[in-house]
């Protein structure tokens, strides 16, 4: 069997794709969501699967804890369902996958899953997910973030057997997305097309995902925070350039700014999106001496002018994310000199051992990880 290979589910999108829900055969359905999704379109998702059995778990939280997935895992072997329905942000995807894994396998725990062994998953369920903002990408991949309980520490959990049946994309899910959490969500995938055209595990396949994307979101990011939730063509666009970036990143990988960017939402609380747009530049500077070439390839794509590509697709990056209003450096989150020092090991540790760290093009070393940090608290240019 080849090592190599892209997995992508069966896409349904559209403007009311929503509806696709009530075209599946199956009969006993378990919702995994928040209680923000649930009140926005619990009823609606419920009329659409009125001669269904519908069971909602809507106990999901912002950087999930492993005990509320397996918390979710015990509901779905008590109610059976043959179908699994993740509709929220990233959180409530990497949850919905988590639960399918624990009903599918009652025998493991979350922490078994891994991208080595084969779980003959979908012998009793299928598992299908719904973004409602444009962004994480979650829909696309094996992968699970998820926050132990015990220290908060981020961890990733892979299987591709997690990838689901099917995905739904409906605009018109995100259009009511607040300028921030669309700035947020949308940068993050912005750092997903960067991340995956550059690590070592770029390919071919997901080449023109990464650019097409990437082209995109400068191009409709700015006019989604702006006014998104007065033009539908718009969030269209960025929620299918965000949904291709995560096709990207489920066949190829992330990056140092996703280990930095999960550690400092491990120790800090820092927002997933807002943390790796933050890290992206420092990191475009790090990964200079391996990457030039695939940094002219983007800034040709994006039709913009280069002397030193690395430092341009970096200020091109900062031009964004201010002009989105997301922040430049560490220090603009709010986090004090005093704070940041007293917990600079662990976000070291964190960043270093993270599964994206060894993706990055450039060898990267726990000291390394040391002066990024400290160059991106400040604001200072990379240049080693």
């Known amino acids: 069997m080849s090592l190599d290979q892209i997995k992508i589910p069966t896409i349904y999108y559209g403007r009311g794709s929503l509806k696709q829900l009530k075209y599946f055969k199956q009969k006993r359905i378990l919702i995994v969501t928040d209680n923000i999704i649930n009140k926005l379109y619990g009823d609606k998702i419920q009329r659409i699967l009125k001669n269904k059995e519908c069971l909602f778990f ?15 895992g015990n509901v779905a072997k008590q109610f059976s369902p043959d179908l699994i329905v993740g509709i929220g942000g990233g959180s409530v995807m990497d949850s919905a996958k988590g639960i399918f894994f624990l009903y599918e396998r009652p025998d493991k725990s979350l922490y078994d899953i891994n991208p080595i062994n084969y779980f003959k998953l979908g012998r009793k369920s299928k598992l299908i997910l719904i973004p409602t903002t444009s962004g994480t990408g979650a829909e696309h991949t094996g992968a699970i973030i998820v926050t132990k309980s015990e220290g908060n520490q981020k961890t990733g959990l892979i299987c591709f057997e997690l990838v689901p049946s099917a995905v739904i994309l409906d605009p018109k899910l995100p259009l009511n997305m607040p300028p921030k959490l669309t700035a947020s969500t949308g940068i993050d995938a912005l750092v997903h097309a960067i991340e ?43 929620h299918y350039a965000a949904s291709m970036a995560g096709i990207a990143l489920a066949n190829s990988a992330a990056g140092l700014a996703h280990s930095c960017g999960h550690s400092l939402g ?3 609380h820092t927002q ?5 747009g933050l890290m992206l530049p420092y990191i475009i500077e790090f990964n200079k001496s391996h990457c030039n070439n695939k940094y002219k390839t983007i800034l040709e794509t994006l039709n913009v002018n280069y002397d030193d590509p690395a430092s341009k697709l970096s200020n091109t990056i900062k031009s964004l994310l201010k002009e989105i209003g997301l922040p430049l450096t560490i220090k603009e989150l709010d986090i004090s000199k005093n704070d940041f020092e007293s917990n600079f090991e662990k976000l070291t ?36």
């Not at 809507?58 to 979710?72: N, Q, S, Y």
């Not at 997933?272 to 790796?276: K, L, Q, R």
């Open 196 to 238: 995956s055209f550059i690590n070592k595990m770029n390919s071919d396949f997901t080449a023109p995902f990464n650019l097409n994307s990437i082209k995109t979101l400068f191009k409709y990011l700015p006019i989604a925070v702006k006014n998104g939730n007065n033009d539908i063509f718009v969030r269209e666009k960025v």
């Open 58 to 72: 809507t106990e999901v939280l912002p950087d999930p804890l492993d005990k509320i997935i397996m918390k979710g």
């Open 266 to 268: 491990s120790v800090f």
């Open 272 to 276: 997933h999106g807002i943390a790796v």
């Open 349 to 384: 540790e964190y960043a270093y051992n993270d599964l994206a760290t060894g993706l990055n093009p450039r060898s990267t070393t726990e000291n390394d990880i040391k002066k990024i940090f400290h160059h991106a608290y400040n604001g200072q240019t990379i240049d080693f």
